[in-house]
């Protein structure tokens, strides 16, 4: 299991809390798979974290950086579009 920190209130805190720490795995398509604030597991898109312990390969490293550079990170994400797993 990885930690990573969200930088951004999601649906206001509702979703997630900025600067929380999560545990989280690596989900479809490059997002993570974590357990929210609602207490059920959704997917996130990975500009909206950063890594507090990646996993022995650096995997969720690489995600966040690649994301990085094809997204702006926002303050705030009131209609973010997530996935349940």
């Keep these: 299991m990885m930690k990573i920190k969200c930088l951004v209130d999601v649906h206001k805190g509702i979703s997630l809390k900025k600067e929380k720490i999560y545990e989280a795995t690596q989900g479809q398509k490059g997002w993570f798979a974590l357990i929210d604030e609602t207490g059920e597991e959704y997917a996130y898109p990975p500009h909206i974290f950063e890594v507090v312990k990646d996993d022995k390969n650096g995997g969720l490293s690489k995600t966040i950086q690649k994301s990085k550079t ?9 209609n973010i579009a997530v996935a349940r797993k």
């Design 70 to 78: 094809k997204n702006k990170v926002q303050t705030d994400f009131p």
